[in-house]
């Protein structure tokens, strides 16, 4: 399973959350057609690695950042990779 730390800045303020293969995976089989802010939220929540910054994550999915810090979060942990179709 993999695991990462990665650290968000937003303005002045840093997050830092850990990000594994399993907190990915429930992500992605939370989300719906219809649903897509509330298992973000439920991700970066989860991953937050100081539950006393909680309430300014909330905060800041509020002002309708979610599904940004969310994928930020994503293409982080993903890392960079090229993926071809060969034909």
């Known amino acids: 399973?993999?695991?990462k730390k990665i650290t968000l800045i937003v303005g002045?303020?840093?997050?830092?959350?850990?990000?594994?293969?399993?907190?990915?995976n429930l992500?992605?089989?939370e989300m719906k057609l219809d649903s897509k802010v509330a298992p973000a939220k439920n991700m970066l929540r989860?991953?937050?690695v100081n539950q006393e910054?909680?309430?300014?994550?909330?905060e800041l999915c509020e002002r309708g950042l979610t599904i940004n810090l969310a994928s930020l979060l994503l293409?982080?942990?993903q890392?960079?990779?090229e993926i071809e179709v060969k034909k």
Request: glycine content about 2%; hydrophobic content about 30%.
């Open 75 to 77: 293409d982080d942990f």
């Open 12 to 24: 002045k303020e840093e997050f830092e959350f850990n990000v594994t293969t399993e907190d990915f």
């Open 27 to 29: 992500y992605i089989n």
């Open 46 to 48: 989860r991953t937050l």
């Open 79 to 81: 890392g960079d990779i």
């Open 1 to 3: 399973m993999a695991e």
């Open 53 to 58: 910054q909680k309430s300014r994550i909330n």
